[in-house]
């Protein structure tokens, strides 16, 4: 129960920083799911298709926000993400990861498309109208804001969190985006380990 | 023999060595849709005196800045580094998901394999031109 408690406390406060959050033990897969944290959505994949959370279910899942034009952190935690999938190995083949981009006017299903499509592990690139994206980053309490720099190459601050689903669609844990990948393998591997 | 290896390893060491190295530079791949890139690079200052990196120029990018990445309020948040401080005798290592070379305006897609030359200009005048390998978009290293 304190752990679970805690754990909600550190997910209300990423609403402004979630980046130094770090939740260091799954939650007991006897706990209820927390339906204000993290959840089912829809938005729209890099072939320009509708994508449900609910589409993957029975598969775990790596989630993080970010957009193409960040020039260091999104590929940073790509490749943090990535060499997790390695450790685990085969268990890891149905693993999901899922882009969600905080910038829909740039970040279209085609930029997305070419984007996913740079990285050597399978990648699920999302965008969706402001509105919507705006919906999914309040559900995971993720932050963003445009920087504004008089030239369309602008930046966004982003919570960089990489949030870690479980195979029933629910957040169960969530890690810096520079975790160290041993500690990214061993949460999905227990994950993976748990019974249906 | 023994004498000979000194004798060599002496004469290494009176050699001039140059005050300002540049070594494992790297920059991320682009394409004609992505044209934002990063680049990495660890620079050796061999000299008696602090200097600074002040500038650098990317061969078929229009802009390059420098940023590193900080804490704010425990957000994590990329802020432009004005100048680069490498200490006396010491070395600065920009490297993925701390202080990096932010490139934008990547004009000619920077494809794997590839080489991209850096030009960069230090507080005390030198420069120094590097040639960065283009790496894959989730690579760590030069390597």
Redesign the interface.
């Known amino acids: 129960m304190t752990r679970r408690l805690a754990a909600l406390a550190c997910g209300l406060g990423i609403a402004v920083g979630l980046a130094a959050c770090r939740q260091d033990a799954p939650v007991p897969s006897a706990a209820p799911p927390r339906p204000s944290f993290g959840g089912d959505f829809t938005l729209i994949n890099q072939d320009n298709q509708p994508f449900r959370l609910q589409d993957i279910r029975g598969r775990a899942a790596f989630l993080f926000f970010g957009y193409t034009s960040c020039p260091d952190m999104c590929p940073v935690t790509m490749s943090r993400i990535a060499t997790a999938l390695r450790r685990v190995g085969p268990a890891a083949a149905p693993v999901v990861t899922l882009f969600v981009s905080v910038d829909p006017r740039r970040d279209t299903p085609a930029v997305l498309k070419e984007y996913v499509g740079s990285f050597s592990t399978p990648l699920i690139g999302l965008t969706g109208s402001e509105d919507e994206i705006r919906r999914v980053a309040a559900a995971y309490h993720a932050a963003y804001e445009f920087v504004p720099s008089g030239t369309p190459n602008y930046l966004i601050n982003h919570t960089s969190a990489i949030f870690l689903i479980d195979r029933e669609g629910r957040l169960r844990q969530y890690f810096k985006f520079d975790e160290n990948p041993n500690t990214l393998a061993a949460a999905l591997d227990a994950v993976l380990n748990e019974s249906k | 023999m023994t004498g000979l290896a000194a004798s060599l390893a002496l004469a290494l060491a009176l050699l001039p060595q140059p005050s300002l190295e540049i070594h494992d530079a790297w920059v991320?791949?682009t394409?004609s849709?992505?044209?934002?890139?990063?680049g990495y690079f660890r620079i050796d200052n061999h000299t008696a005196a602090p200097i600074a990196l002040i500038r650098v120029v990317v061969d078929g990018a229009r802009?390059a800045e420098l940023?590193t990445?900080v804490?704010?309020?425990?957000?994590?948040?990329?802020k432009p580094l004005a100048r680069l401080s490498v200490p006396a005798r010491g070395s600065v290592t920009l490297a993925?998901?701390a202080t990096?070379l932010?490139?934008?305006?990547v004009t000619r897609p920077f494809r794997v394999g590839a080489h991209v030359r850096l030009t960069l200009t230090f507080d005390n005048h030198q420069t120094r031109t590097v040639q960065a390998i283009v790496r894959?978009?989730?690579?760590?290293s030069a390597k």
């Open positions: 991320r791949q394409s849709v992505l044209t934002v890139s990063s802009n940023h990445v804490d704010d309020n425990g957000r994590t948040i990329m993925p998901g990096h932010m490139v934008t305006d894959p978009l989730d690579a760590v």
